[in-house]
């Protein structure tokens, strides 16, 4: 199915090349609409479009003056004519029109006395074709072979005449177009008859309830459909990453896990320091992290955990911790901030250990954005909290996250994080790229973690990106156009 | 080789290989100590160090305690040292500046030509105009004040001492300059290649940090052939550095093998220990003086299973039931969402990060309270949405050669501030742009999402400032407004350089929970 623009373009096409003024008229559509509607045609192959550039006219300010109220030379010999005398002309009428009068060769002069010649006196008579010409230009009529010299006279003369130039397309319907016109005059009527070699045999375009429940349809040829291009079907989707978040949080589900609530803004204390991230550490820098002004600071948990994380950090890192620094709000920089507090709900009785957990959600980092890095994208976090849970299990649970999503081969690599020991770089082998790609973190949380929040130890955790396997899945190779939302690109765009 | 024992190679050209080092492995910052972890990763003898006696001492002066307290110090004799060695050397001291040093506050540290100056040393503060030195690379005497002001180094890391009246300074016997810690050295100490006894002195704020800093450097030297001697350092207390000791734990075999899942005898464990550089006697583990982040078990427990090979772990599944939960929010959306498809509207994730002139301004709405950014990179990005409408508007008019007409929705995040407090809701909103798009057609895209949901709303005529005048309604649910709808303000489809009419809805979706 066409557009209704498109179908209006097609059929004013079909009579005949148009201009896009023309096409706007033959349409009654604006010149937008057409205009839109020509190139979705030409998209489809049906129209081909011209851009010509054509020459105009104008009037100048002069020009405007002299349509109203004449050209002074010509009042200046309407004015000799009727007797008057030199020194009741105007003054424009004196300078600018004596010496035009004379150029044109309207006024013969004896001696110290104006006449005007057998010219002057014919042009009074009839009429001064510059003053037509200009008529024409201002109501938009178009101009004659008579006009050509006066415009040319004019051109060079003050502000009397302006040229203008306009694009002009024109466009045409192609073959292809052609048959799709027909093929949409075909649905319109209905029923169209063919001659000839078919002789008087109906072939009909549209079965009809009529047809169906009188039987008739059985008197009736039905016609073929050509290959002739259709217009897409727009239908409504889900955005790409959104189809990946599903997926993955299938995959979690299936395997038994449950859904973190979690926040965007974090005080620094769960985003850093019950992580076990010293206060001076780099990653808390300006630098990296998203701080705020409004609010300036989250209150910290009415709980003896801050005691306790206060304590591991004094015991550990050996510095002097300081409860405003944890009180600062920041954009959570990984979704591994609501860990703890889950960690602590199970402490305090509110969840139940053995537990699993996990969560979706975005995360920020106060980088500049490129094709690799955005301040702004998605984590996939999780965390086993299970006094019997192993390293061993840490690596099987992510080879089969990952075989789930559809990556069979996966390794691991030591890596350091502040909070887990042992810590590990997941990577997955891309087949296509035939490259190893990294795409998560994943440890076991340190007992500095797990003992002033759960009060027991271990918790298995991880947090894995979530654009950059998609990315590889849909061969996007500019992590940004995620986030563009390029609507002709969405539509297009498959995971 | 180099991944497996934590380096993840970052890229190779030619001869030259590029690896991460991770910022708990300091050792790990020069080839020295890469070549030491790569020995005893390879069946080498774990090394031990020692350090003589080089009599000579440092003084504390108590007039730099308030300033940068803490000093170090070690003697190098009989170093072969030529240009490319001093160039690894000063890449090792400024990778420990810049990541374990924070950018030389913690830690600082001077490598000197021992020969060029008179022991003893003197560690003190003084007036920053009182005293004058030629710093490394310069020609001419100059204040430390100076310095501060004209040397590049000054200028980079002046703001460390800049809020004290007296800046610290090493002096030797005769008051020449060795170095304007954490700034920079004195010319007169330069190491060059023929060097051959280096006097090495790590400043900081952390007593620990510069004493595992100076263990690192002077090992690194010590691995090229020098001999360690250690320096008399008296303050309040007299104390020998480097201390070189080696801490010895009783090995913590089961708690190791439990949290790996594992069955390692004690041999074999102590066997992978080795490979990571610790020595052992009689199930004691000895750690390695230069490894200076191991803090617990753990530790030991992670270098058991790096030198073992993560990847020569079966896998394994924790070995508990549990039941899949989805949270109540994601149950509800997931409905709008399907919901939002069936009626043919396209998906769009937009950033919550945007700024007051998208969000407030081109909207002709109030600002309101919202949470702001305190160190915005961009000017783009200052405060989180409050709303979703502006992100809808700006995709359309970046969408400007799809064809007509445009459907499109989100589901997003809307974050306001009440009182003090962060509010975080999810919020629906969805946009016809047409050039038919009305009030009716708009009204009836809610009508339909509070039907389908079984919502109990009212719709009701409001005025809002983004909407045509008595072209907009609220959505009210227990009496309390939860959305809006409506035929956007021409002005503000001008403010997004849109050329067609658009209907908007949105519609906070978390009251409905």
Do not use: W
């Given at each position: 199915m066409l557009h209704q623009y498109e179908k209006l373009v097609l059929h004013s096409l079909k009579a005949g090349s148009k201009t896009l003024d023309e096409l706007a008229d033959s349409t009654g559509l604006n010149k937008d609409s057409a205009s839109r509607a020509c190139y979705w045609l030409k998209d489809k192959g049906a129209v081909e479009i011209h851009e010509t550039v054509t020459q105009g006219f104008k009037l100048g300010e002069e020009g405007k003056k002299f349509l109203e109220s004449g050209f002074p030379e010509f009042n200046l010999i309407k004015k000799l004519h009727a007797?008057?005398?030199?020194?009741?002309?105007s003054d424009e009428e004196k300078r600018i029109g004596l010496p035009w009068a004379k150029r044109k060769e309207w006024l013969e002069i004896e001696g110290n006395i104006f006449k005007l010649s057998k010219l002057g006196e014919k042009i009074l008579r009839e009429g001064q074709n510059e003053v037509l010409m200009l008529k024409k230009i201002s109501e938009a009529k178009s101009l004659g072979k008579e006009d050509i010299d006066a415009v040319k006279a004019l051109?060079?003369?003050?502000?009397?005449l302006r040229t203008t130039e306009s694009k002009q397309l024109s466009l045409s319907i192609t073959k292809k177009g052609e048959g799709l016109a027909g093929k949409e005059a075909a649905d319109i009527h209905g029923e169209i008859h063919l001659h000839g070699d078919v002789g008087a045999r109906k072939l009909v375009n549209t079965l009809t309830k009529e047809d169906i429940t009188t039987g008739r349809w059985k008197e009736k040829e039905y016609r073929e459909y050509d290959d002739s291009p259709v217009e897409r079907s727009r239908p409504g989707k889900k955005h790409p990453l959104r189809k990946a978040i599903s997926r993955i949080r299938k995959i979690f589900l299936e395997l038994g896990f449950e859904e973190m609530e979690d926040r965007l803004v974090e005080s620094s204390f769960w985003n850093f320091d019950a992580l076990f991230?010293?206060?001076?550490?780099?990653?808390?820098?300006l630098m990296d992290t998203f701080y705020l002004?409004?609010?300036e600071k989250i209150s910290l948990p009415k709980d003896e955990v801050v005691d306790r994380v206060k304590k591991a950090h004094e015991e550990k890192w050996k510095y002097k911790w300081s409860r405003e620094v944890a009180e600062q709000a920041v954009?959570?920089?990984?979704?591994?901030?609501i860990s703890p507090q889950y960690m602590l709900k199970v402490r305090k009785g509110e969840k139940k250990a053995p537990a699993k957990f996990f969560a979706v959600g975005r995360v920020y980092r106060n980088e500049a954005t490129d094709f690799k890095h955005l301040s702004e994208f998605y984590q996939v976090g999780g965390i086993i909290v299970y006094e019997d849970a192993t390293f061993r299990d840490l690596l099987g649970l992510l080879k089969e996250f990952y075989r789930k999503l559809g990556f069979e081969k996966i390794r691991f690599i030591p890596n350091y994080f502040p909070?887990?020991?042992p810590s590990v770089q997941v990577e997955v082998y891309y087949e296509d790229r035939k490259q190893w790609l990294e795409l998560g973190g994943a440890g076991v949380f340190r007992p500095e973690v797990c003992l002033p929040t759960w009060g027991k130890y271990p918790v298995l955790a991880w947090g894995l990106g979530l654009e950059r396997p998609v990315m590889l899945m849909m061969g996007?190779?500019?992590?940004?156009q995620f986030y563009r939302n390029d609507v002709s690109w969405l539509r297009e765009a498959r995971v | 080789m180099l991944p497996s024992i934590g380096l993840p190679v970052e890229s190779v050209e030619g001869d030259s290989i590029y690896v991460d080092v991770t910022?708990?492995?300091?050792?790990?910052?020069?080839i020295e100590g890469i070549a030491r972890a790569l020995s005893t990763f390879m069946g080498g003898k774990p090394k031990h160090y020692s350090a003589k006696d080089s009599g000579i001492k440092l003084h504390i002066d108590n007039s730099v305690l308030p300033v940068r307290p803490f000093i170090v110090a070690a003697v190098v004799k009989n170093v072969k040292i030529d240009e490319k060695k001093i160039e690894s050397l000063m890449q090792l001291q400024e990778k420990i500046h810049e990541t374990y040093g924070r950018k030389r506050r913690k830690i600082s540290i001077g490598v000197h030509n021992l020969d060029a100056v008179q022991p003893p040393f003197f560690y003190k503060a003084v007036e920053p105009s009182s005293y004058s030195f030629i710093p490394l690379d310069m020609e001419k005497k100059l204040t430390l004040s100076k310095i501060l002001e004209l040397h590049p180094k000054g200028v980079e890391y002046g703001g460390i001492i800049k809020e004290f009246k007296k800046y610290p300074l090493l002096v030797d016997s005769k008051e020449q300059a060795l170095s304007f810690p954490p700034i920079i050295n004195g010319e007169l100490t330069r190491v060059d290649a023929n060097t051959k006894n280096i006097f090495i002195d790590v400043t900081g704020t952390d007593a620990n940090a510069i004493m595992d800093a100076l263990k690192i450097v002077s090992l690194a030297l010590v691995d090229r052939g020098g001999e360690l001697f250690t320096v008399e350092v008296i303050g309040k207390r007299k104390f020998e550095t480097p201390d070189l000791s080696e801490k010895v734990v009783a090995l913590p075999a089961e708690k190791i093998n439990k949290m790996l899942g594992m069955d390692f005898t004690e041999a074999q464990l102590l066997k992978l220990l080795a490979k990571m550089g610790y020595d052992s006697s009689n199930k004691k583990v000895k750690m390695p003086c230069?490894?200076?982040?191991?803090?617990?078990w753990v530790d030991l427990a992670e270098d058991v299973a790096i030198a073992h090979g993560y990847n020569n772990f079966p896998p394994s599944l924790p070995n508990f039931f549990s039941i899949g939960q989805e949270k109540r929010s994601e149950l509800l959306e997931g409905k709008v969402r399907e919901l939002m498809v069936g009626l043919n509207f396209l998906e769009v994730l937009c950033p919550n990060l945007t700024n007051e002139q998208e969000c407030f301004g081109k909207m002709l709405a109030t600002e309101k309270p919202h949470v702001k950014i305190?160190?915005?990179?961009?000017?783009?990005?200052t405060m989180m949405r409050p709303w979703l409408a502006p992100s809808l508007l700006k995709v359309i008019s970046e969408s400007k050669?799809?064809?007509?007409?445009i459907r499109i929705f989100e589901i997003g995040d809307a974050i306001s501030l009440e009182g003090a407090d962060v509010k975080q809701t999810r919020s629906l909103a969805c946009v016809l742009y047409d050039p038919k798009a009305t009030f009716s057609e708009i009204k009836s895209f809610a009508d339909a999402v509070a039907r389908e949901m079984g919502w109990a709303v009212e719709m009701r005529p409001c005025e809002h400032p983004s909407f045509i005048k008595g072209r907009a309604a609220e959505i009210v649910h227990k009496k309390k407004r939860v959305g809006v709808f409506g035929e956007i303000h021409p002005q503000v489809l001008n403010n997004f350089q849109l050329e067609q009419p658009v209907a908007l809805l949105e519609l906070d979706i978390t009251s409905f929970l």
């Open positions: 007797g008057k005398a030199f020194s009741e002309l051109l060079g003369r003050g502000d009397v991230q010293p206060q001076d550490h780099p990653a808390r820098d002004s409004s609010p954009l959570r920089t990984h979704d591994t901030a909070y887990t020991e996007v190779k500019d992590i940004r | 910022p708990n492995r300091p050792d790990l910052l020069s230069y490894r200076v982040d191991i803090m617990d305190k160190n915005p990179k961009v000017e783009e990005y050669q799809a064809e007509l007409p």
